[in-house]
Structure formats: structure tokens, C-alpha cells
């Protein structure tokens, strides 16, 4: 943390002579606000060619207590979220358009937060960031130039707290099913007579999960320091997280789940009397802190400035019990003696680490003026991270060390975004928007993997994204059409596997997506609605398919050519000042042309010994976890002041969890509701009091949200092997909060 201080100082002083300096600017001036200034860059504002959702402070916290983000944007539209330990607490991800969480860029206050190894934000990692958000915009498709890794389904721009003008305090504590418990606090200084606020927040969530061992204690730390005057912002951000998550990404075979729907088998093993016990620290732990400095200037009444730097450290490890390992091959151990008796194999306790390092540094002007709107900007980030194996324990141990280190590798990854954006209104109702972006990747990783295999290699990319479209806006109506490339390097997963060699020559390469997007709009003040048609063309598109390395590693390949053609339909109506509804649904058809799949065929099952590669070619399939129908909808009625009560639902189609379209592997469909109360009293010594309380999956709707299939097949004609695991969500569960607010 010493570096995170001495950079944010250096960058503090050296802005800060530009404190001393200032103006008094006519409020005409001021085309924007200052706190809008930091995103906008990532962000997109009304009549812009593409499809976007932004949820404001309010409708966030409102509808949020132990939920993680995913969960906060399930009634978005084209949007699945989904857990691994049944409940929106502990592991949980999203998906837009049937895209991986990884293909979907995320920035926070305009900064890179995906991961750059994974591509992607574990939410666990920091929790309750939510209840430090004053607005989520969701970008569906290419969207705008972002910051960080490829947009290649959506863009999720974040943007913390702003700036209250008065001094505010806050406490709020929950309680609910599954022994699940909320607290949170927060206050405010307001802004103080010499420009400068001061706000903070504390949270922690525990609970036992649905799953068994889906328990968690997570902590979450939130502080910002604002300097605001007329025509400048100086703001330090930190957040820290601290989460214990219980194991449950292994999910359960369908014919135990039909025993128990909560049972896990993480950490499971048998004593030398054959009774069955379980790893009380079979966890997931990780530690991240993120440090900002944002920077925005008014420069003149047409030109603004943004300059931000981010620091995102974490470090973790997950623990856990495994069965029956031999010493050798997994460890690169000798056999162990104790008792005059030879193991080469043991139980042991393995211990995964990681720690990481990303800095970003971010510089952006924007120029408005007679119709004209230009941004312009560049961020770089260096990411350096390690991995690393050890073990804590060994049952049979004859001379081996404590702690055991029997791996490390390390990556390094290097990216320049450069990018510009136009917006241009040949008249009061017709606009051209374009955008050229040039993003440039070095990814390095050196060592030894954790099945003691060198992936030392170099990895370089370079992308270039244009974007174009057009808007037409008249009165409530607004028609618009874009045009846009995006393109995106593999993850390390594929590449560390990819490194180890592949037998049959299969390649891996970046992936390209042409995206095409028409849609209307039409806003009143009562009554709204849009409609949107996507087609997403792939070219080389990285998909799962089972296929297995000399030495038994799953790998991904590239399909070449693969589409996601849909229609998005949504609207909300205020018929009367106490009734609102909101309803979205998006219709798709999500095919690869031609799909070979890739069979691994061992010896026999005893002995495991790979032989060969089968291959089956099939004409046309369905992309896993790419349902054809999603739709949501919400009710919500005010029957008397201060009181509101909203019926949220949600439908996802049916969709399978590999790309064979095998009915075996499908996820069934499902609708689930929650119901959501709230009442406010308003006090005149105590400030607001909040009362909220939350019965999720009213209906008692067991269903699957996710799944996992890896085929065998075995020379001698044995049955196949199939490792078929799902996971089952909670059924009807509830939660109650209490707040106050002064």
C-alpha cells in the first residue's frame, strides 16, 4: 500500500497548484457537471445509436440488500444472473445476449476493472460494491470506445457516490433466510466552506449460503475525498474488500441434487474407518484494495479535461481438501515412507495463491461546439501478476517441507487504448456519430503451471475498432442505426493451455465481432418504449468444446463463424401517478454454422491413458447458455404515501450448457418473482426511517441456473465417462432491513 499512498500524493501535488487558481465561471458556462465529466468518455447519453440502460442511486439501493451487482441488473434487458451457492450472495455472474461475463467490458469511474489475465470481475472479490454506486449505465452490443478489455457483447460503465451538498449519516441492518445478515454505515461531511467533502461507508454481509458450504463473511470499506469548485474536481477514491467464501463452483451431479438439492462435496473425504467427514476451510479468500485519483477541469466554455489514474491491488488464495493425489504427477514429489509403508498417494490440504498489480492511467479532452461533440483520449495499463502453488498438509509425509511450494508463474500484460469519438448534428434532428479506436496488447507469462508444465511465451495483438451510425430524433420518436467491430485476444486460460501443445493442430487466434444495431425509441412523459434489432457475426468466436490436450487439459477453440441474431422489445407506463409498469423481453436465434466437436479417448477407465482425438461435425448448433426467449417485468404500486410495493419477475428460456444441442445438457426454463415493501416514516428527531422487507422466489420455483458437461470416451468400449455437475438456486427465501437516514 506504501505505493499506492506515494503515487496518489505525487499526482495530488502535482494538481494541486491548479487549486490556488480559481475562477469565478458564469454558471452558463457549465454545459456539464463535473461529476458526469469523469465518465463520459465510457458513457452514452440519449439519441446515441445503440441500446444502453442507466439506473440511477436511488433504484440501485432501493431494491438491494445481500445482493451482488449481477443481481442488482437481473431485470435488465437481454440479462442472466445467475450463483454457484444458490443465493445473490458469494459467487455470482451475469450474462448479456447470452455473452460471457469476460466479453463484457467494465470500467469503474471510467477506469479498467476486469481482470486482464480472466477478462473478467469476480463481484465476491469486492462485495456490497453496489451501496457505494450513484449510477450503472449497461451498453448492450459493441457500444462506445471503452477502457480496457474488449466490449464484445456489453459495456457496464460504474460510477461511485457523488458529491452530497449537506452532511448526511446512514445505518442500515438486515436479517434473512440461510442465517444471512446485512450491516451497513455511512456518512458524510457535505460540502465544507473551503470546496472539499469527505464521505465514507462500511459494510459486512455474513451468512451459510443455500449450497452447503456457500458460507460467507465479506467485508467492504468505501472512502472518498472530493475537492469541487466552479470549474474543476479533485477526487481520492478507495475501496477495500475482504471476502470468505466457501467452495461451490463444483456444483452437484442431477442424481444427487434429486437426494438434496443443497448438497456440495467440496472438501468431502473418508477417515481410515471409511466414515465420511469435511474440510471445515475449504474456501475461496481474497483481498483487493482499489485507489483513484480523478481529475476534471473546465478548460474553457467548449473544452473540458479528464485525467484519472487507478491502482487495483489483490492478493488471495483458495483452499481446499483433496483426495487421492498422487505425489508424482500432481506434485513432482518422490513416493513417501512413513511406517515402513510406500505412498505414492495422499490426501492433502492444496493451497492456490495469487497476487496482482494493475495500474491504469487514463487522459481524455472533449471539445463541444456548434453542433460538434469530439472526444478524444488514450489509457495505458501494465497488469503483474503471479500464481503459485503450495501445501499446507500432507496425510502421508515422510520428509516434505511445510507449506510445500511446487509451482509459480507469472504474467505480465501491457495495453494502449488510443481512441476518438464524434458526434455530429447536421441538423436540430439528425446526427452522425463515428469512432475510430487502436488498441494495442502485450501478454507475457513465464514459469511453471500448476501441473508442473512450462508456459513460458510471448503473446502480442493489435486491434483496430471504427464505429459509426446515425440517429434521427423527432419529438418522443428517435430512430437510430450503428455499425461497429470489436475484437478480443484470448483469455490466459486458453493460452497457458494452448502453450502445452494441442495434438491436433487446432488453433487458437483472436476473435472479431461485426455487430449491426437498428432500433427506436419513443419517450413521454407517461409512457415509453423501444425496440431493437442486433445482429452479432462472429468470426473465430472462442467457445468451450470439450476437446482435451495430450495430458488431459479442457481447451477452447475457435469456431469460425458463429451469429446472435435477436429483437429486444421494452417499455414502461404510468397509467395513474400511484402504478408504474415496467416490461422488457428479447427474442433470439444464437447458432454456430458448423460445429465439430472433440471427443478425448482414453485406454480404459482404470488407467486413463490418452490415445486419441474423435471428432463428430454437426451442421448447425445452438451456443451454449444462449437462451432464445429472456423477459422481465415489474408492477409497482404506491397505495399510500411513503410505501411502495413492486412485484419483480423474471423468465429465462430454455438453454444448453455445451454447444452439441444435446437435450441431456439443457437447462430447463424458469420464472421466478420477488416481492419487494418498503415504508418511510419521516421523523422529526430521528431523520427517515426505512423499513424494507424482501420475499424472493415467492413461488418456491426450484430451478437450475448453470451447468457444467466434460465427455470421455475409452478405447476398449467401456461406457462413457461424464462429469455432469449443475447448480441448484434457492428456493423461497426472505429478508428484512431497517434503515435510518438523517
Same mark, same amino acid.
Given at each position: ?39 463520459? $468518455? ?40 445467475? &450463483? ?66 474488449? @466490449?464484445?457483447?456489453? @459495456?457496464? &460503465? ?24 446485512? %450491516? ?106 482499489? $485507489? ?36 508424482? @504427477? ?22 492456490? =495463491?495469487? %497476487? ?111 464505429? $459509426? ?79 482435451? %490436450? ?21 417499455? $414502461?407506463?404510468?397509467? =395513474? ?95 421466478? %418473482? ?69
Amino acid at each position: 500500500m506504501k505505493k499506492v499512498f506515494f503515487i496518489l500524493s505525487a499526482l495530488t501535488i502535482g494538481c494541486g497548484y491548479s487549486l490556488q487558481a480559481q475562477k469565478n465561471v458564469n454558471d452558463s458556462v457549465l454545459v456539464h457537471d463535473l461529476e458526469e465529466v469523469v465518465v463520459q $468518455a465510457n458513457r452514452v447519453r440519449d439519441g446515441y445509436p445503440a441500446p444502453f440502460t442507466e439506473i440511477g442511486e436511488r433504484d440501485i439501493k432501493r431494491n438491494n440488500v445481500a445482493k451482488n451487482l449481477p443481481y442488482v441488473l437481473q431485470t435488465l434487458p437481454s440479462v442472466v444472473s445467475y &450463483s454457484e451457492g444458490g443465493t445473490a450472495i458469494g459467487n455470482t455472474s451475469f450474462r448479456v445476449r447470452g455473452t460471457d461475463a469476460n466479453r463484457v467490458n467494465i470500467t469503474l469511474n471510467g477506469m479498467p476493472l476486469n481482470n486482464p489475465e480472466s477478462q473478467e470481475v469476480y463481484w465476491v472479490n469486492i462485495p456490497d460494491l453496489s451501496n457505494s454506486l450513484q449510477s450503472v449505465q449497461l451498453q448492450r452490443g459493441v457500444g462506445t470506445s471503452t477502457n480496457g478489455t474488449a @466490449s464484445f457483447g456489453g @459495456s457496464l &460503465s460504474l460510477k461511485t457516490s457523488g458529491v452530497r451538498e449537506n452532511a448526511y449519516g446512514e445505518a442500515s441492518t438486515g436479517v434473512g433466510s440461510y442465517n444471512a445478515s446485512v %450491516s451497513t454505515i455511512a456518512a458524510g461531511t457535505g460540502v465544507l466552506g473551503n470546496g472539499i467533502s469527505i464521505d465514507g461507508r462500511y459494510s459486512r454481509t455474513t451468512g451459510d449460503g443455500y449450497i452447503r458450504n456457500g458460507n460467507v463473511d465479506h467485508k467492504s470499506g468505501y472512502l472518498s475525498v472530493t475537492h469541487k469548485t466552479y470549474d474543476q474536481l479533485l477526487k481520492l477514491i478507495y475501496i477495500n474488500g475482504i471476502q470468505h467464501t466457501g467452495i461451490t463452483w463444483e456444483g452437484v451431479t442431477p442424481e444427487k441434487m434429486a437426494e438434496d438439492r443443497r448438497y456440495n462435496d467440496t472438501g468431502e473425504y473418508k477417515d481410515d474407518a471409511g466414515n465420511v467427514h469435511y474440510y471445515d476451510n475449504d474456501t475461496d479468500n481474497y483481498y483487493s484494495n482499489i $485507489a483513484q485519483l480523478l481529475y476534471s477541469r473546465y478548460l474553457s466554455s467548449n473544452l473540458t479535461l479528464n485525467a484519472n489514474f487507478s491502482y487495483n491491488n489483490g492478493y488471495g488464495y483458495y483452499e481446499n481438501y483433496k483426495t487421492d493425489q498422487s505425489l508424482g @504427477s500432481k506434485f513432482g514429489l518422490q513416493p513417501q515412507i512413513v511406517g515402513g509403508v510406500t505412498y505414492e498417494k495422499s490426501d492433502v490440504i492444496r493451497r492456490k =495463491l495469487m %497476487s496482482n498489480d494493475l495500474y491504469s492511467g487514463g487522459l481524455n479532452v472533449n471539445y463541444a461546439n456548434n453542433g460538434l461533440d469530439v472526444t478524444a483520449g488514450a489509457v495505458y495499463t501494465y497488469f503483474d501478476g503471479s500464481h503459485y502453488g503450495r501445501l499446507p498438509w500432507i496425510k502421508y509425509n515422510g520428509n516434505i517441507t511445510t507449506n510445500y511450494q511446487w509451482n509459480e508463474n507469472n504474467s505480465t500484460k501491457r495495453d494502449l487504448n488510443v481512441f476518438a469519438k464524434a458526434e455530429y448534428a447536421l441538423t436540430d434532428k439528425l446526427k452522425l456519430f463515428g469512432e475510430l479506436q487502436n488498441r494495442y496488447v502485450d501478454f507475457r507469462m513465464a514459469g511453471i503451471d500448476d501441473d508442473l508444465i512450462d508456459i513460458t511465451s510471448n503473446h502480442y495483438y493489435n486491434f483496430f475498432n471504427p464505429r $459509426a451510425g446515425v440517429s434521427y430524433k423527432s419529438g418522443d420518436n428517435n430512430v437510430y442505426f450503428s455499425y461497429g467491430i470489436s475484437n478480443r485476444e484470448p483469455l490466459r486460460a486458453d493460452l497457458k493451455e494452448y502453450v502445452k501443445g494441442v495434438s491436433d493442430g487446432t488453433k487458437l487466434t483472436s476473435e472479431r465481432l461485426f455487430d449491426y444495431e437498428l432500433g427506436y425509441r419513443y419517450a413521454s412523459e407517461t409512457f415509453t418504449w423501444g425496440a431493437n434489432i442486433y445482429y452479432m457475426d462472429y468470426k473465430d468466436q472462442l467457445v468451450l468444446t470439450g476437446k482435451l %490436450s495430450d495430458i488431459g487439459y479442457k481447451l477452447q477453440e475457435n469456431v469460425p463463424d458463429s451469429y446472435r441474431l435477436g429483437v429486444e422489445l421494452e417499455a $414502461a407506463w404510468s397509467p =395513474l401517478n400511484w402504478l408504474r409498469l415496467d416490461a422488457n423481453a428479447t427474442v433470439s436465434r444464437n447458432k454456430i454454422k458448423d460445429y465439430t466437436k472433440h471427443y478425448a479417448v482414453y485406454d480404459n477407465p482404470s488407467d486413463w491413458n490418452y490415445v486419441r482425438t474423435e471428432t463428430v461435425t454437426m451442421k448447425s448448433t445452438d451456443i451454449s447458455f444462449s437462451p432464445d426467449l429472456v423477459a422481465s417485468g415489474i408492477v409497482t404500486v404506491k397505495p399510500i404515501e411513503n410505501m411502495r410495493l413492486s412485484l419483480v419477475n423474471k423468465y429465462v428460456g430454455k438453454m444448453y450448457y455445451d454447444n452439441t444441442s444435446d437435450k441431456a445438457y439443457q437447462l430447463n426454463d424458469y420464472l421466478i %418473482s420477488d416481492l419487494v415493501a418498503g415504508y418511510t416514516f419521516k421523523t422529526q428527531t430521528l431523520g427517515e426511517i426505512d423499513l424494507d422487507f424482501f420475499v424472493n422466489n415467492i413461488w418456491n420455483k426450484k430451478y437450475i441456473a448453470n451447468g457444467i458437461i466434460d465427455v470421455s470416451k475409452f478405447d476398449d468400449g467401456s461406457p462413457d465417462d461424464v462429469y455432469h455437475r449443475v447448480f441448484p438456486q434457492a428456493p423461497c427465501n426472505i429478508m428484512a432491513r431497517v434503515g435510518i437516514r438523517f
